[in-house]
């Protein structure tokens, strides 16, 4: 007895790859889109954790204050601590050793770096 071919055993549809029918191989565009942005997203915050944790940085950034007003210039601060949600936020929460609370903008201004300890 002769076994059965996939094309044989399989009704394909006319036009349809037989991989298509079968369900087999090809890639889900989503899923390698959601991989390769994760990476994307571990790398940066990385880089930000390798460029920031307890470094003094100077720069145009936004001080918050208490009243939730908005105070732009130039400032040097220590970072104690800092928080980033996505990728694609447009600023960097950081919080100085004094407590204060800012906002470094990411776009085409440079800050500066020095070790803090």
Not at 80 to 94: A, L, T, V
Not at 103 to 112: A, E, T, Y
Request: aromatic share 8%; net charge negative; hydrophobic share 35%.
């Amino acid at each position: 007895m002769r076994a059965k071919l996939v094309n044989e055993e399989q009704n394909f549809e006319r036009g349809i790859h037989p991989k298509q029918a079968l369900g087999v191989g090809g890639i889900c565009l989503g899923e390698e889109r959601w991989k390769m942005k994760k990476k994307l997203d571990d790398d940066w915050k990385f880089f930000l954790l390798t460029i920031l944790d307890g470094k003094t940085i100077s720069g145009q950034m936004n001080k918050r204050s208490a009243n939730g007003g908005n105070n732009w210039g130039n400032y040097t601060v220590t970072v104690s601590d800092w928080h980033i949600d996505d990728i694609d936020d447009m600023g960097i929460m950081i919080i100085g050793e004094d407590k204060e609370h800012y906002i470094l903008p990411i776009d085409d201004k440079k800050i500066f770096i020095e070790n803090a300890r």
